[in-house]
C-alpha cells in the first residue's frame, strides 16, 4: 500500500422506511468491494432514535462487512450520561471511531444542554475514551453561523486542542476554496489530516435542492452544466459524474488526504468514481486500520 495515495471513505445515513433498509444492505455490500478507509453512519432524522438506528447500522458496517465504522455523535442532542452510554456500546461493538459535530438544528426537537459546542463533546469523549479516534466537521467556505474566518479558524482550532484526530469538510465544489482553507489551518497551527467532503451532483432534484439551500459557492462551470442539462437526466447524471471525477483528480493531484464522498445511500456513483480513477486512492481494511 503506498501512503502517498488518499483515503477513500463514504457517508451513508440511517434510512427511514423498511424499502431503505433493504436498500442501504445493497448499497453497502457494493460499497465493500470498494475497500473504503470508512464509513461514517449519519444520525437519524429522529434524534431520539440514534442509538437505535446509528449504531445498529454501524455495527453492520464494522461488524459484518469488516469495514471501519465511524458513529456519528450530535452534541445538541446528546446528554452526558447518553454519550458515557454510546461509548461503552461503541466499545463493545468493537467501533472506536466517532465523528462528533454540534448536529443540524431541528426546532420541533429540544436540544441537550450538556455540549453547547462540537469542541465540549469532543473533549468529553477524549477524557472517557483516550484510545478513540475522534473526527471533526469542518467548513472549507467557513460555518454559516461564524461571523468571519477568523472566528471560524479560532474554533476550529479549539477542536483540534481539546483532542480532534482528523477533520471532515462539508461539501464543496470549489476547489481552490478547499486549498485555500488548507493554508489557513497550517497558519493557524492546525496540522491533522483534512479529508475532503464530495457529494456528486446526478439528478436534476438533487441540484435544484442544492442550489436553494447550499452556502458553498457554484463555480460557473458546474452551473453551466445544470442549465445545458436540466431537463436532461441521463446527461446532467453523466456531466455531473464527471464534474465530481475531475474534482476528486485534481484535489488528489495537489495533496487532498482523502475523499469523503456523501452517497446519499447510493453505490452507483461511488462505484463509477472507482471505476474512473480507483487506482489513485489507498484502500483500507479493519485488520490493517487495527495494527
Known amino acids: 500500500m503506498n501512503d502517498n495515495h488518499p483515503s477513500l471513505s463514504f457517508e451513508v445515513f440511517p434510512p427511514n422506511t423498511q424499502i431503505g433498509t433493504d436498500n442501504i444492505v445493497t448499497t453497502l455490500d457494493q460499497l465493500q468491494n470498494l475497500k473504503p478507509h470508512f464509513i461514517s453512519v449519519t444520525c437519524s432524522n429522529n434524534k431520539s432514535d440514534?442509538?437505535?438506528?446509528?449504531?445498529?447500522?454501524?455495527d453492520y458496517i464494522n461488524n459484518t462487512l469488516d469495514i471501519p465504522a465511524i458513529a456519528h455523535l450530535p452534541a445538541a442532542y446528546l446528554s452526558a450520561n447518553q454519550v458515557k452510554r454510546i461509548l461503552t456500546e461503541l466499545d463493545s461493538l468493537n467501533i472506536h471511531q466517532v465523528l462528533a459535530l454540534r448536529g443540524?438544528?431541528?426546532?420541533?426537537?429540544?436540544?441537550?444542554?450538556?455540549?453547547?459546542?462540537?469542541?465540549?463533546?469532543?473533549?468529553?469523549?477524549r477524557a472517557q475514551e483516550p484510545s478513540f479516534e475522534i473526527s471533526g466537521a469542518c467548513y472549507p467556505e467557513i460555518h454559516p453561523e461564524s461571523?468571519?474566518?477568523v472566528s471560524d479558524i479560532h474554533y476550529l482550532k479549539q477542536k483540534v486542542d481539546v483532542g480532534c484526530n482528523q477533520l471532515i469538510t462539508q461539501l464543496f465544489f470549489d476547489n481552490d476554496k478547499f486549498f485555500a482553507f488548507k493554508e489557513n489551518c497550517a497558519l493557524a497551527g492546525i496540522?491533522?489530516?483534512?479529508?475532503a467532503g464530495i457529494m456528486p451532483i446526478t439528478n436534476r432534484k438533487q441540484a435544484l435542492r442544492l442550489i436553494k439551500t447550499t452556502s458553498a459557492h457554484l463555480p460557473k462551470k458546474f452551473m453551466a452544466i445544470f442549465d445545458k442539462y436540466e431537463n436532461d437526466p441521463e446527461s446532467l447524471r453523466t456531466?455531473?459524474?464527471?464534474?465530481?471525477?475531475?474534482q476528486i483528480a485534481d484535489l488528489i493531484t495537489r495533496g487532498a488526504a482523502g475523499i469523503h464522498l456523501y452517497?446519499?445511500?447510493?453505490?452507483?456513483?461511488?462505484l463509477s468514481i472507482q471505476k474512473t480513477?480507483?487506482?489513485?486512492?489507498k484502500t483500507n481494511n479493519k485488520q490493517l486500520n487495527n495494527q
Open 50 to 58: 440514534f442509538e437505535k438506528t446509528t449504531l445498529k447500522l454501524a
Open 104 to 125: 443540524d438544528i431541528i426546532p420541533r426537537i429540544p436540544r441537550k444542554n450538556d455540549f453547547n459546542y462540537a469542541s465540549d463533546l469532543i473533549k468529553f469523549v
Open 147 to 149: 461571523p468571519n474566518l
Open 191 to 195: 496540522n491533522i489530516p483534512i479529508i
Open 239 to 246: 456531466a455531473g459524474l464527471a464534474y465530481a471525477v475531475d
Open 263 to 270: 452517497t446519499m445511500n447510493h453505490a452507483e456513483t461511488a
Open 277 to 281: 480513477i480507483g487506482s489513485l486512492f
